[in-house]
């Protein structure tokens, strides 16, 4: 049985996949298995995934029955047969050869629910790169860091991931930061702070990042309570709209 379930949502994206499917290949961990998820596709993206399942048999094609990334991502989750669980969109990348055996040995040491690394974002040839200390993170501390971190740069175990039935499939944007709290919550999280992934930017994420804030300060609300944390997300929530409108603004 595999260790480590990576999976793989795509959609029209060949060069995404084959650009994550290498990354993965090179690394020196090799006891996993990729879960390929993938959506209607107008483009070549089945055909190749198909491929890439009869080149190796450490891969295997799911076709996406429902809708959305979110309910992508349960499918692959129900399907995974690892001890863990790694998400990775099509497109990105780990960031060093050995990063997958440096999370497994590291998770596998703690009882912690999730393993959360640094990332680093490509733009063209520059990489703005985003980590934390090393240590336990508290379901506040994580509620309230400024991009606290990413799902591809994060390590989970399978058995709890199932324990809360995955991803809220209602909220559309912000569903990762949604189950990264309701994993915390569970089983607590612990943070490295060597750099797991390079990610693309402009996903749908930052293309709705309103909503993104708006659907993260009503999970705050539910999963945390209390006047002090309502007031504190709303707060919080004020300020990063702030930013993100005056940044828009300089830069018009």
Partial sequence: MPRVSVITVVKDDVLGLKRTRNSLSEQTFNDWELLVVVAPSSDSTMDVATEFQTIDPRINLLKQTGTGIYQAMN???????????WFMNA???????DT?????????????????????????NAKQVYSYPAGEISLR??????????????IFQTSVLRDIGGF??????????????????????????????????????????FLVHKEKHLIRRDL?????????????????????????????
Wanted: aromatic share 8%; proline share 1%; net charge positive.
């Fill in 224 to 252: 945390l309570g209390g006047l002090t944390v309502l007031f504190a997300s709303l707060v919080w929530t004020g300020l990063a709209r702030t930013k993100i409108l005056s940044r828009r603004l300089w830069n018009s």
């Fill in 168 to 209: 809220e499939t209602k909220y559309s944007l912000a569903s990762d930061f949604d189950l990264v709290l309701r994993v915390i919550k569970r089983s607590g999280g612990q943070r490295d702070s060597r750099i797991y992934a390079s990610i693309e930017p402009g996903g749908r994420a930052d293309q709705g990042i």
């Fill in 91 to 97: 497109g990105d990348i780990f960031t060093n050869h």
């Fill in 141 to 154: 501390d994580f509620a309230f860091s400024r991009r606290g971190g990413c799902h591809q740069a994060m």
């Fill in 100 to 124: 997958l055996a440096h999370a497994v040995e590291k998770i596998s040491k703690i009882s912690s629910g999730v393993l959360i690394g640094g990332y680093g974002i490509l733009n063209g």
């Fill in 75 to 85: 499918e692959g989750i129900a399907a995974a047969v690892g001890d863990f669980i």
